[in-house]
């Protein structure tokens, strides 16, 4: 299978503590795109890399959310100091081109 | 602020029956357009994109632009039960192709 993988699928944290995604893109996607979606909601875009570079980051991603793409390849989120408003899905994308993009499976995070 | 809008629902169509979901969008700048499928607790599933006026059929899907209406469907022939679940209409309105998203128009399709 050669889709968008993400890990771990579920977290569940306490409040105040840091937690870490990784996404692993499509090969030979050099477009990855961060997402959360909540209850009800569409997703939101949380920040974007072509390559290795971060190009873009919402004004939805606080100075206790960072992200990482080394080498182009895959990418990692992190978040500090967890709260409650931070449970959510968050999902990862990939694109060879700015136009379709394939979803991972998403890690749902539960901050207790 | 650019918005995607769609009905919420829930969408119930009988087996069978044509299945039609809406999305307007407000950036008239908007370049591409796509349909997601999500199935209760999975992750989003591309479906339909289109980038041009009129038409675009695969299979049992039709998805229909009219950007001087700013207006996308979805039109999903003969539905199945399979077919239940929250359709997403997304826009790529990002400066970097980030897409904006509805929220989703559950559909329940009955046996």
């Known amino acids: 299978d050669t889709g968008v993988s993400q890990d771990p699928r579920h977290k569940i944290t306490k409040r105040g503590q840091n937690v870490t995604f990784r996404c692993d893109p499509i090969?030979?996607?050099?477009?990855l795109y961060w997402y959360r979606q909540t209850l009800g909601q569409g997703p939101e875009f949380l920040t974007y890399f072509q390559n290795e570079a971060q190009l873009e980051k919402s004004r939805l991603l606080s100075d206790r959310f960072s992200a990482e793409r080394p080498k182009g390849s895959f990418s990692t989120l992190e978040i500090q100091r967890t709260e409650q408003g931070d449970s959510a899905m968050y999902l990862c994308?990939?694109?060879?081109?700015?136009?379709?993009?394939?979803f991972g499976p998403g890690t749902r995070l539960t901050v207790t | 602020q650019k918005e995607v809008e769609q009905n919420s629902g829930p969408l119930s169509v009988p087996e069978g029956a044509i299945a039609s979901l809406n999305c307007t969008y407000s950036?008239?700048?908007?370049?591409?357009f796509f349909w997601y499928r999500q199935y209760s607790g999975k992750s989003p599933e591309l479906i339909m994109f289109?980038?041009?006026?009129g038409d675009k059929e695969d299979g049992r899907f039709t998805a229909q632009l009219n950007k001087a209406s700013q207006y996308v469907s979805l039109l999903i022939r003969d539905s199945q039960p399979s077919d239940s679940a929250t359709y997403l209409c997304a826009v790529g309105g990002g400066s970097q192709g980030n897409l904006i998203f509805g929220k989703g128009t559950k559909l329940s399709v009955k046996p």
């Open positions: 289109i980038y041009s006026n």
């Open positions: 950036d008239r700048g908007s370049q591409s």
């Open positions: 090969s030979e996607h050099n477009r």
């Open positions: 994308a990939s694109s060879r081109t700015e136009r379709e993009q394939y």
